[in-house]
């Protein structure tokens, strides 16, 4: 059967990682969380990788960054493990400096930086 096409228009929709149509038992979590963060001094993200595709989530982080009168608050930290994509994602989204960004997973983290982060 050479020579025959189907010519169609084929979509995949696109569900990011916290599409919330439908889900409403989050609301309270989202809800909290936009409460939360705009009142917090520090913001420690560990292990998560900030995938782009992940909008809801960048959203209410970036609206709670906005929302401060002095933009160097909150101090962000961000744990990862020798994760270099991840961490060029943070320091555009947030504009953090490297040094804001441990590479070295948890408990290393824990170990080396853990007592400062707590004073």
Not at 22 to 42: G, V, Y
Request: glycine fraction near 6%; include cysteine; charge should be neutral.
């Amino acid at each position: 059967m050479s020579g025959l096409w189907c010519i169609t228009s084929l979509g995949v929709p696109v569900l990011t990682f916290t599409y919330r149509k439908d889900n409403e038992k989050f609301d309270l979590i989202w809800d909290a969380a936009k409460t939360a963060l705009p009142l917090a001094d520090r913001w420690l993200f560990a292990g998560y990788s900030m995938p782009e595709a992940d909008v809801e989530v960048r959203h209410i982080l970036k609206s709670a960054q906005l929302a401060r009168s002095n933009p160097a608050i909150p101090l962000i930290d961000v744990i990862l493990n020798e994760d270099c994509s991840a961490s060029a994602r943070y320091q555009r989204f947030f504009g953090l400096p490297c040094d804001r960004v441990f590479q070295d997973g948890i408990q290393k983290w824990v170990a080396k930086r853990l007592d400062g982060y707590c004073r």
